[in-house]
């Protein structure tokens, strides 16, 4: 997946007016699939961006973003949540002796993955982030109750971009567009969100990183969430030798981000150092959600599993980034006779990386109206 980024839009209304730069730069390839002329294309492209602008309300759509099981996909996959609290504003701490062996054996790994991608010194010294980057979705749909063991799921392929900000500590601001369809999620330090054209949720419980950020692109925050794994073994990755990493959430973690009609019944993490080079290669999540029946026990589960494979590895700035790889996800429905499989291939590439962002205020943080107006109401019902 090697291709240009448009990042300017003619200004459509004044023909001598500058060019508009783009709130999230997309691949040429999405540009060229937004209509069968020149100016069909740049009209849709104006009511995209008068869409992300208006609420998401968007006037230009495609197959893909009338597609309510893409959207739910390019949700929970685009913008996923790692349930433990990133400890961003403290220095990396290493205490290798305490715990048991495994536990030891995980910190010292971690110890060489600090070293390959930067070091303490250079990774303690970064404050702020912001990435640019193209995707690839290829996505397959398992009908309901199939009995036909030879039936192929429909598939498709969509492509897109996004813009990441991050600021210590749990400041984070994620903007997706893919064909059309727009997901936004963030933190504002103290609570986490997500955002689809027709939807807007808060997590419970403390704010939560992105998973995208274990993707290769934040080092320090890696070494932070498996500082409290165990090491299980070793694993062959793509003909390389590794080291696994596994981490277990706590019952206290999954009760808090649970809520009155959905419990999150355990979410376990994996991380794959590379024994040669001491580099996160492979990145892996298990979560299973029960969404409660409001009479019965008809209830639902929802298994989500994730894959995500790291590759070139290029220093910006003295840190050791990721700038590729793919994330392969299924997601499982079963429960009152509703089973259904989904599942997405997302190709990723990262165009722009740099750190220490001047001027990054908290504003550039702040949730949508709406979970704003939720987190009131629950506020209210607590008190």
């Not at 990755?237 to 809520?259: P, V």
């Amino acid at each position: 997946m090697v291709t240009s980024m448009r990042k300017l839009c003619p200004n459509l209304d004044k023909e001598d007016g500058l060019d508009t730069v783009l709130e999230v730069p997309i691949p040429e390839e999405m540009f060229t699939k937004m209509g069968s002329t020149a100016a069909h294309r740049w009209q849709n492209m104006r009511n995209l961006m008068k869409a992300q602008r208006l609420d998401k309300q968007s006037a230009y759509t495609t197959a893909a973003s009338r597609n309510d099981h893409f959207t739910l996909l390019l949700k929970l996959v685009g913008s996923a949540f790692i349930p433990f609290q990133a400890q961003l504003d403290h220095a990396i701490i290493l205490p290798i002796k305490d715990g048991s062996i495994e536990a030891s054996t995980a910190k010292y790994i971690v110890q060489q993955y600090l070293a390959a991608t930067g070091g303490h010194a250079v990774l303690n010294s970064i404050n702020s982030m912001y990435a640019v980057g193209q995707v690839s979705m290829v996505t397959s749909d398992e009908p309901e109750n199939c009995q036909n063991a030879n039936a192929k799921p429909k598939r498709g392929c969509e492509v897109g971009g996004f813009v990441l900000w991050q600021k210590n500590p749990d400041l984070w601001y994620l903007e997706l567009v893919v064909s059309g369809c727009n997901v936004s999620a963030g933190s504002d330090g103290k609570v986490a969100w997500s955002q689809s054209s027709s939807t807007s949720t808060a997590s419970k419980g403390p704010p939560r990183p992105l998973r995208r950020f274990f993707q290769g692109l934040d080092p320090r925050s890696t070494a932070n969430l498996f500082l409290k794994a165990v090491c299980i073994g070793e694993k062959k990755i793509n003909d390389e030798d590794c080291f696994a990493l596994k981490l277990e959430t706590n019952s206290d973690i999954l009760k808090a981000q649970s809520t009155p009609n959905t419990e999150i019944v355990h979410h376990t993490i994996w991380g794959y150092f590379n024994q040669r080079t001491g580099l996160l290669v492979k990145f892996e999540d298990t979560k299973l959600v029960r969404m409660k029946a409001a009479k019965g026990d008809d209830n639902v589960f929802y298994e989500t599993s994730m894959e995500s494979f790291l590759e070139d590895y290029r220093y910006v700035e003295g840190i050791n980034i990721a700038h590729s790889g793919r994330t392969n996800a299924t997601i499982y429905r079963y429960g009152s006779k509703l089973n259904r499989k989904w599942k997405i291939e997302e190709t990723w590439r990262i165009e722009e990386i740099d750190f220490n962002i001047c001027g990054l205020s908290l504003d550039c943080f702040l949730p949508p109206a709406e979970v704003k107006k939720e987190m009131e109401q629950e506020e209210q019902g607590m008190g």
